[in-house]
């Protein structure tokens, strides 16, 4: 069954720790993977995409096929990134009508407080 | 350009009431999606369409009607609302399903 896992529901770190939230993806195929992130009562913002390879507000995701994960990291925490932070795959499938597209899902999230 | 645009933010509805959630994007994107945000549950996709005339049914999708007429519009109606239904919902698009999704703001909903 295709599944995405965040393990961690809420993690905490101090301002200039490094951080990183995980996410693992259970999948056939070649998903497409995303970070995305919501600040507090603020719509969903895409933050990354594997297939872009870019740093967006010092955070960086690599795609490890064999441990299928996408964890997103930064190497010192900022307070403005608390938020919540969703791993989303992109994956092409068999719709319920029999027809066949694209279909983003997404993990449970992770909270992320940084503390000053 | 408004982007995706939901009406309404809030709404509070007695169990048996029907009603309908807009979203409207005035990006031309093919793509448009309905997701409901609940603590502990991130979000799951309740229906989707990947063009006019073409809707399918998401992971939740009991309880719920979508349509999509226009590219533009993609309205979600509760035909019977439940407490079970009190929920965050966001609609989302994107270009042909092979970029980023846009979000609207949401509509916060409570059913009693």
């Known amino acids: 069954a295709q599944r995405v896992t965040q393990p961690e529901k809420l993690l905490s770190v101090f301002k200039g720790a490094p951080v990183e939230l995980k996410c693992n993806y259970s999948?056939?195929?070649?998903?497409?993977l995303f970070w995305y992130v919501q600040y507090s009562r603020q719509r969903l913002q895409l933050l990354l995409r594997?297939?872009s390879r870019e740093s967006i507000k010092g955070f960086t995701a690599d795609l490890n096929k064999g441990e299928t994960s996408f964890h997103l990291k930064k190497p010192f925490a900022q307070e403005e990134d608390s938020a919540m932070y969703y791993c989303?795959?992109?994956?092409?499938?068999?719709?319920?009508?029999?027809?066949?597209?694209?279909?983003?899902?997404f993990g449970k999230g992770t909270l992320l407080t940084v503390n000053p | 350009n408004a982007g995706v645009t939901q009406t309404p933010k809030f709404q509070v509805l007695k169990t048996g009431q029907s009603m309908t959630l807009q979203c409207a994007q005035d990006?031309?994107?093919?793509?448009m999606s309905w997701y409901r945000q609940d603590p502990g549950m991130g979000l799951r996709l309740i229906h989707y369409?990947?063009?006019?005339?073409?809707?399918d049914q998401g992971e939740v999708p009991n309880g719920y009607n979508v349509s999509r007429s226009t590219t533009e519009d993609f309205p979600l109606r509760l035909l019977s609302a439940a407490p079970s239904q009190t929920s965050v919902y966001f609609c989302?698009?994107?270009?042909?399903?092979?970029?980023?999704?846009?979000f609207g703001s949401g509509t916060r909903l409570t059913v009693v």
């Open positions: 989302a698009s994107s270009y042909e399903g092979i970029s980023g999704y846009t």
């Open positions: 999948y056939s195929g070649s998903p497409e």
């Open positions: 594997h297939i």
């Open positions: 989303a795959p992109r994956a092409w499938g068999v719709s319920n009508s029999g027809g066949s597209n694209y279909k983003l899902t």
């Open positions: 990006m031309n994107h093919e793509y």
């Open positions: 369409s990947v063009g006019a005339g073409i809707t």
